[in-house]
């Protein structure tokens, strides 16, 4: 007899995870495939810098078991400025994360498979009824949840997702000690994440230090390879040719080293608006979507949301006897996610693009800008409030709408 689940998911990542954990507390039938083996979870996916803030801590009840430190601060840097604002936030250990996710989802009753990578997935009179996993397996659900990151293997299949290379972001992260995380030449990065806007480090993106503890931090740069990359980079240099600079060049690194037990590193991500997300039977969460924050990257607070949202879909849809996944269902997680989860990505989205770019002497009136406005003001123009955005605009940035209104057009 074929095996049938109230909700099967694919990838045990934070939105896999957490879905499952919101799931299983409902009781549930719920079963999650991960491609990787148990003993070597998350080896494969240990990508993230893990940086988050309170907000997402409280909401889910994150303990304090898997944070490597509690920050107090977010800095932001240009070449020759900065501006600090103080943001409580936590760096967590990300693999001691993930395991904790699913250990804490399987105390409530979810299952996983692991060794279990999702294929395809199961067509019935045209509907997705199942996955096929680790070859020929097959399991079956009432609703099919894609949680599996860019790979994205039945959003993909299902047209539900229709993520763009030109859309994809690269990163790379070290782990360090040794870093002087208070030099007399920079803002002091003691509990903090810091954001540094540098085309000669990160063209078209953005480096980062993440202070761990002590001398350590987590250290790393990401970029899109698009138009701002092709302006102000040097496209015959490798990402990791960029964080070797940078590591080369910043006083703050001349005593650092990487940590020798600590794995380097290498992610991706799609910083665009999503598509669709969800069908008869079926949502897509996490960065299948894709969710994170555009402009700063942040995502495990939005993947985990998304993960929210899509248990609460579930719920709604596989309550009572007369169960119902019709797409119009479905589409309530369509709603939660435009409305709740990611109300402003189109604004953030186009302030993210804006940025990127910007030439580096313009970071630095922009860091000049931000340590002259109040809170209000700065907390209107980062959820992209027009009367806050307005106060970031000068005169002088008229050729740089008109190349992005451009680049817009030509799209």
Not at 11 to 25: F, S
Not at 213 to 231: H, P, R, W
Request: glycine share 8%; with cysteine; charged share 25%.
């Amino acid at each position: 007899m074929s095996e049938h689940y109230d909700v099967v998911i694919a990838g045990a990542g934070p939105a896999g995870a957490q879905c499952a954990r919101d799931l299983a507390e409902r009781e549930y039938d719920v079963l999650v495939l991960e491609a990787e083996p148990e003993d070597d979870f998350p080896r494969q996916s240990n990508k993230s810098t893990a940086g988050t803030f309170a907000s997402m801590m409280g909401a889910f009840g994150i303990p304090d078991d898997v944070v490597m430190n509690y920050t107090d601060e977010v800095v932001l840097e240009s070449p020759n400025e900065h501006f600090v604002q103080y943001q409580p936030g936590a760096v967590l250990e990300f693999a001691d994360f993930k395991r904790w996710l699913v250990a804490d989802g399987r105390e409530s009753g979810a299952e996983y498979r692991f060794g279990a990578r999702v294929n395809n997935p199961v067509m019935e009179d045209g509907d997705v009824v199942g996955v096929q996993y680790a070859g020929d397996e097959e399991v079956y659900g009432d609703i099919i949840v894609d949680a599996t990151g860019p790979a994205a293997p039945l959003a993909k299949k299902l047209d539900v997702c229709q993520l763009e290379r030109s859309n994809q972001a690269v990163g790379i992260e070290w782990e360090m000690e040794g870093v002087d995380v208070d030099h007399p030449d920079f803002a002091d990065l003691t509990d903090a994440m810091m954001l540094r806007l540098d085309h000669e480090y990160a063209p078209g993106g953005y480096s980062w230090i993440f202070h761990t503890g002590g001398d350590t931090a987590k250290v790393g740069l990401c970029y899109i390879q698009n138009e701002s990359y092709q302006q102000f980079g040097d496209t015959s240099k490798s990402i990791d040719d960029h964080l070797n600079h940078w590591l080369d060049t910043d006083p703050r690194f001349e005593n650092a080293e990487r940590i020798a037990d600590k794995q380097q590193h290498r992610g991706s991500a799609h910083i665009q608006m999503p598509a669709d997300l969800s069908t008869d039977n079926f949502m897509a969460i996490g960065d299948t979507v894709p969710t994170i924050d555009p402009l700063w990257g942040e995502g495990i607070h939005k993947g985990m949301e998304s993960a929210r949202a899509a248990a609460i879909t579930a719920d709604r849809c596989l309550m009572g006897t007369n169960r119902d996944t019709a797409a119009d269902k479905m589409a309530v997680y369509d709603d939660l996610w435009h409305s709740q989860v990611a109300p402003d990505m189109r604004t953030r989205l186009t302030m993210t693009q804006l940025l990127y770019l910007a030439p580096n002497d313009r970071y630095d009136r922009l860091m000049t800008d931000l340590n002259g406005m109040d809170v209000d003001t700065l907390s209107e123009a980062n959820e992209g409030g027009l009367r806050g955005l307005s106060k970031l605009v000068h005169v002088g940035d008229l050729p740089l709408l008109a190349r992005f209104a451009k680049q817009r057009l030509s799209e």
